[in-house]
């Protein structure tokens, strides 16, 4: 039998044996949240599903007129939809590597655009940062994610964590930034030039500054983020 036969192929891409967990990975760009009630996702992301499911787009004055304007400013990276019903329900995000956490009692800050999918245990709230320079590098807002259950983060290739201690900051670019600890504040540093207003300056004009303890987790793509136009 040739390796490239249909039932190799079928052998090698069929769905893996289910395991004790509501989130658990078919590959690593593919999620499968075995659904009993609700679920919130990124709103794009589901990819198939079986069983009884129906989506809801997040109504934009669902959380209060505060998330309404923050949701109005964050543009589409930071739209949800609610999964509700029984199944099995797949998700994945243009081919981004897929980790899964599950959270005790803890909280992570993520980047609106690289969250998947959560339980609806974990409280949401979407925060901004400080200084309106953060716009110029595309990162603009971030979602704190705190409770306990799982989550669903997505990378471009694989994700590496900096460790970040007392007279140890770590340094990094917007465009490159997935999530960090929720006990850390992101200073926004800038150093334009003319270069810079005039296409020819350093792509790290934007940077990160993470000070204290906790972590910091980067990929190895400058990703852009832009707002969706209708």
């Not at 923050?70 to 590597?97: I, N």
């Not at 320079?133 to 983060?153: H, V």
């Not at 003319?194 to 793509?221: C, D, H, I, K």
Request: contains cysteine.
């Amino acid at each position: 039998m040739s390796v490239y036969s249909l039932k190799n192929f079928l052998d090698h891409s069929s769905q893996d044996a289910d395991l004790p967990e509501a989130f658990q990975l078919e590959s690593p760009y593919m999620l499968k949240v075995d659904l009993k009630g609700m679920v919130w996702i990124k709103a794009g992301s589901m990819t198939a599903y079986r069983g009884n499911i129906g989506f809801k787009r997040e109504g934009m004055l669902e959380r209060g007129l505060g998330m309404f304007v923050k949701k109005a400013l964050t543009g589409e990276g930071a739209s949800l939809t609610k999964a509700e019903g029984q199944g099995e329900l797949f998700l994945a995000d243009r081919g981004k590597k897929i980790s899964v956490i599950h959270l005790e009692n803890e909280a992570i800050c993520v980047n609106g655009n690289d969250v998947l999918a959560f339980d609806p245990d974990i409280r949401y709230n979407i925060t901004m940062l400080k200084k309106v320079a953060g716009m110029l590098a595309g990162g603009l807002f971030n979602i704190r994610l705190e409770g306990t259950g799982y989550i669903a983060i997505t990378t471009h290739y694989e994700p590496l964590t900096l460790r970040v201690s007392p007279g140890m900051p770590v340094i990094t670019d917007p465009n490159a930034t997935v999530a960090w600890a929720a006990s850390l504040q992101p200073e926004i540093r800038t150093d334009f030039s003319v270069g810079t207003f005039l296409g020819r300056g350093s792509g790290e004009s934007v940077q990160m500054v993470f000070s204290g303890e906790g972590f910091v987790v980067v990929q190895p793509y400058e990703e852009v983020y832009l707002q969706e136009t209708t």
